[in-house]
């Protein structure tokens, strides 16, 4: 995470209010029962995939500890994000855009956006896993495969919703100018929509790489009972140089962690901001730009000048071109279909449309079904331990956001009220927040058993690890958000110290902190399937909790647990989010934002 | 007998509702736009003005009746339009030139010739060596000029502008007007004829050769006549100021005869909101009606409206609403376009702040039924609170969504100021005012 210019803050503002816009307006109970039942139906194709190759015999895969070893292991690790990065990017763009303009299914798809980036992704890695290694004939290929598809499910969603949300709020005489100017389909894409979605884009971009880093370093780490899923890459060093207890090694890959970090952080996202300055629509210059040199390279440079208009541009027009001659080849031979013919090709229209809709919704229903009679076979006593599970993970979980809550807060309105703290302090944050905690959670894990503390508290600090810096960020962005002169009336009416918190601070602060916790509490749900069970130098140290059920199940291949306890996780995370989360963003759209 | 380019024939916009009822937005009209003239669409805001421009080139289908370009469909020909718009509609992230030629790579045209034409209508405009300049680099009245040019770029037919000059400072509006019409008369501009739809009526008598009025509730033309001023015309001869004295006339005059209401399929007439109960509250403040008041009592009791607006540099929509609210609160009264302020009136003219309130909430309680409702609901409960969304159904029905928010935002705004009642903006609830029982020497009787 670096540091965000102004216009980024209005993109997450629009982008949450149209969500609960487009979800109000919709039946969310038949709705969400819709994803879910196309869930369960996904589960049960893959579990059937996995089952069949159950038997497969694999390899061990060795990891080696010298640092000669490391770049190898980095360049594999940052393949596999970019390229689940592309696929994300890709699907997003699809994804969104048939939502904005397929009216008739736009509410269906947005609900599953909504529960698809709230069920944690961890949960699916076993399962996903199997599937991938079934599908792919040598072992390698599958393995990767079934790394970079986890990473995308983890990557893809709010890219989506910010593509979607982008779309919707087009300016309406933008998109008249687009129409009477006769712009086609294409056009309008390259012209218009991306472009006007750029901003929101880069910035989910950067949130899903980051996440990205989160979820393959605990791909990279798996291991399923007795089979290896391992992957050579930075995270599978980290986890054998913490096993080992090579305190080099763990050295040497932290360095190289937060060398690419920062690396990726210079050389590609600050050029891709600084580019994306031309997007925004505010029609006004503003002084605080972002400067990169090597964007400043790129666009001056006479090298990919030539190139560009030697390649890309005589491809473009030419496309430009057979469009516009299809447009008036049509226009031209079109005969107007009297009314006819037009209602008999609407009628074939919505009977294929019928007949498409039934076979889907009976596969769904025949998939769902046969999933959840997997369900019958879960004795009582493993139903109670899920619950048992459940409750003790939701207590850690809230643990966890209020102990992060009770140092971050006070730490970020300082850094946000202070901006000579914030020069020494933001920089500092940013690199200890781009460490991925999973990367470092063998580490810590290693450290804690020595002074003799066990996995109880460990989980608790792992998810701390992992989700502090959104409260963190977010907290610094709502201080510096508080205008000065409301400051100063605070100051001049000698406000204590409790009345400046609770009239001006706290107040204020509130939409970005909920902002904050919502996305923590998001990812400390999914930092405990791995936090709560933990292989560690062959032996697996374990704790109660659903994080803990879950990876447990997986471990034995008890399906029926998994697919149950998945549910249960889906479903808490769900329902917070509805009866918790949303009435607060409300609260902070209506009654704590500040300005008109 | 001049051809006619395109004809809208008996074009209506409406919103059904689940019930019976139907939002009119545009009553049947009937509206041709000939060759070689240029027509201004006059009206007060909701009056539809602007669903009857997007209805005229394409892009919105009428909900009833067919709109003829060339007398081919315009869903089946290939019109041959552009529009400027009030807001610009540039795109940030192209250059001027590259937005100029935008339209031409639509249509498949050759760079190197595409560039020849944007640069050529560019210089037309006036913004020769801004090409490569981006819109958020240029004043408002330049980034006009770059949506004059990508409009004219493609040679329309018909062009049509959508509030042009609204967004711009009065100077540069002033230029951009006289600029314009220098390309229609000098033939500059291969147009054929000019649609501008405005709310400025001094606008209209200036570039017009014919012009239509409209009337709202629901939108539908209350007059179509042509004006044979000679160019150039000047504001401040008798001819002119004639003209605009007549068209604020017709704007305020109470409907003579009102429109003909639409027949269902079932022949029965379709119930709009002229037939429901609520009067459609004009958006004013009671700050705004109070103001109006103390000036027309400076000015002896009585004015002309025009020249109000004169006089107070207002459009008809900022001055229209004010008039109509204090008007319907019965304290002035305008016939044949003048405004005469009536006793009740004077009287809330010449009183202090509180006996100003006092009258307000007599006024506002005899004639604004919502009001009446409203006090009405909150004495009858026992907590005396009403909630806001029993009066948002009950006008929902009647008004569309957005109408029917600010329908409630100007009730709230009054009946807080008359200390009718007060609001809880959080709760969203109507609740009893706290008046001290001593202060009020004239409580409202709260008729049926």
């Known amino acids: 995470m670096i540091q965000l210019p102004d216009s980024f803050s209005y993109v997450r503002g629009r982008e949450t209010l149209a969500r609960s816009q487009v979800l109000k307006r919709s039946w969310p109970f038949v709705l969400d029962l819709c994803v879910a039942g196309i869930g369960l139906a996904c589960f049960y194709a893959v579990v059937q995939l996995a089952r069949y190759w159950f038997g497969h015999p694999l390899p061990e895969i060795t990891i080696s500890l010298s640092p000669r070893a490391i770049p190898r292991y980095a360049f594999y690790s940052i393949v596999r994000i970019w390229l689940a990065y592309a696929l994300s990017l890709f699907f997003a763009i699809v994804y969104g855009y048939t939502a904005a303009y397929n009216p008739r299914i736009e509410a269906l798809m947005i609900a599953g956006l909504d529960i698809l980036q709230s069920i944690p992704v961890l949960s699916f890695l076993p399962g996903v896993m199997l599937a991938m290694v079934a599908l792919f004939p040598t072992r390698q290929l599958g393995v990767e495969m079934g790394a970079i598809l986890l990473i995308f499910t983890g990557q893809v969603w709010n890219m989506a919703f910010s593509f979607y949300s982008s779309l919707k709020s087009i300016p309406r005489e933008l998109r008249e100018a687009a129409t009477i100017y006769r712009f086609s389909p294409w056009q309008r894409l390259i012209e218009l929509e991306l472009p006007y979605s750029a901003i929101g884009l880069v910035w989910n971009s950067i949130v899903s790489v980051a996440g990205g880093w989160f979820f393959l370093m605990a791909c990279e780490m798996f291991v399923l009972g007795p089979r290896d899923f391992r992957l050579p890459g930075l995270g599978s060093y980290l986890q054998t140089a913490a096993s080992t207890g090579n305190g080099t090694a763990i050295t040497w890959g932290l360095i190289t962690m937060i060398a690419i970090i920062v690396a990726t952080d210079q050389l590609v996202w600050r050029p891709v901001i600084a580019w994306s300055d031309k997007f925004k629509f505010e029609q006004v210059e503003t002084s605080s730009r972002v400067h990169s040199p090597l964007l400043h390279l790129f666009q001056h440079s006479r090298a990919l000048r030539t190139l560009r208009q030697h390649t890309i541009q005589p491809i473009a027009e030419s496309v430009y071109q057979r469009l516009a001659d299809n447009r008036r080849r049509i226009a031209a031979a079109a005969t107007p279909m009297d009314s006819e013919t037009r209602a008999r090709h609407e009628r074939w229209n919505a009977i294929l449309r019928l007949v498409v809709l039934l076979l889907v919704v009976a596969g769904v229903l025949y998939a769902a079904l046969h999933a959840l009679s997997l369900l019958r076979a879960v004795r009582s006593s493993e139903v109670i331990e899920i619950l048992k599970g459940a409750l003790a993970t939701f207590l850690r979980v809230n643990t966890a956001l209020l102990l992060a809550s009770a140092w971050t807060i006070p730490a970020g309105v300082a850094i946000g009220f202070h901006p000579r703290l914030a020069r020494i302090a933001q920089p500092l944050a940013q690199i200890a927040a781009s460490v991925p905690a999973t990367a470092l959670f063998p580490v810590v894990l290693l450290a ?74 998001g990812g400390a749900w999914n930092a405990s399937i791995i936090a709560e069970y933990f292989r560690l130098k062959n032996q697996t140290l374990q704790t109660v909790g659903l994080g803990a059920v879950i990876s447990a199940a997986s471990d034995s291949g008890k399906f029926q647990i998994l697919l149950l306890a998945t549910i249960v996780m889906a479903g808490m995370v769900v329902t917070i989010n509805r009866l918790l989360w949303r009435p607060l963003y409300r609260l902070a759209e209506t009654r704590y934002k500040v300005g008109a | 007998m001049q051809q006619i380019i395109i004809r809208a024939e008996q074009v209506e916009k409406y919103y059904a509702q689940p019930s019976e009822n139907r939002i009119q937005v545009i009553s049947p009209t009937d509206l041709s736009i000939s060759e070689g003239e240029i027509v201004a669409l006059l009206g007060p805001s909701g009056s539809g003005k602007s669903t009857l421009l997007r209805m005229l080139t394409g892009l919105s289908t009428p909900s009833a009746g067919q709109v003829y370009w060339h007398e081919k469909p315009v869903s089946e020909a290939q019109v041959n339009v552009a529009i400027v718009f009030q807001s610009f509609a540039l795109f940030p992230w192209l250059t001027v030139v590259e937005n100029v030629e935008a339209p031409l790579k639509a249509r498949g045209m050759e760079p190197a010739e595409r560039r020849k034409r944007a640069l050529k209508m560019l210089d037309t405009v006036g913004l020769d060596g801004f090409q490569a300049a981006y819109p958020k680099e240029l004043s408002g009245g330049m980034r006009q000029r770059v949506g004059f040019a990508r409009a004219l770029v493609v040679e329309p037919e018909v062009l049509f502008m959508d509030e042009p000059f609204s967004a711009l400072d009065v100077l540069t509006a002033e230029n951009l007007r006289s600029e314009l019409l220098e390309l229609w008369q000098n033939k500059t501009i291969p147009t054929r004829s000019i649609f501008i739809v405005t709310h400025n009526i001094e ?117 229209l609403p004010i008039v109509d609210a204090a008007q319907l609160l019965g304290f002035l009264k305008v016939t044949e376009g003048d405004a005469a302020i009536t006793p009740t009136g004077a009287e809330y003219a010449n009183s202090e702040i509180l006996r100003q309130k006092e009258l307000f909430r007599i006024a506002a309680v005899e004639n604004v039924l919502l009001l009446r409702q409203i006090v009405r609901a909150i004495e009858a409960k026992s907590d005396k609170t009403v909630p806001e969304e029993f009066f948002h159904d009950m006008l929902d029905e009647q008004f569309s969504e957005d109408e029917t928010l600010r329908q409630l935002e100007t009730a709230i705004n009054w009946g807080r100021y008359a200390e009718l009642f007060d609001f809880d903006a959080s709760r969203r609830r109507f609740i009893r005012s706290e008046k001290d029982e001593s202060e009020s020497t004239v409580g409202p009787k709260v008729q049926a």
Not at chain 2, 216 to 222: A, I, L
């Open chain 1, 448 to 521: 804690l058993i020595r002074i003799g503390g066990g996995l109880g508290t460990g989980s608790i600090l792992l998810m701390m690890l992992g989700t502090q810096w959104y409260i963190l960020f977010n907290v610094i962005a709502g201080a510096m958000a508080i205008p000065t002169d409301l400051r100063e009336v605070a100051t001049l009416f000698q406000f204590t110290a409790v009345q400046r918190w609770k009239t001006l601070i706290l107040p204020g602060i509130f939409p970005y902190l909920i902002t904050g916790l919502v996305t923590a509490s």
């Open chain 2, 203 to 319: 606008e209209a008598v200036l570039l017009a050769d014919r012009i239509i009025v409209l009337g709202r509730n629901p939108g539908h033309v209350r007059t179509d006549f042509k004006v044979a001023l000679a160019h150039p015309r000047e504001r401040k001869a008798a001819a002119f100021t004639q003209l605009v004295d007549y068209i604020y006339k017709v704007l305020t005059q109470p409907e003579a005869k009102p429109p003909a209401l639409p027949l269902t399929p079932e022949g029965k007439p379709v119930r709009d909101q002229r037939q429901m109960h609520y009067q459609m509250l004009p958006h004013a403040r009671p700050g705004g009606i109070a103001g109006l008041l103390e000036i027309l009592l400076d000015h002896n009791g009585k004015d002309d409206i025009y020249r109000l607006a004169d006089d107070l540099a207002f459009e008809i929509d900022d001055l």
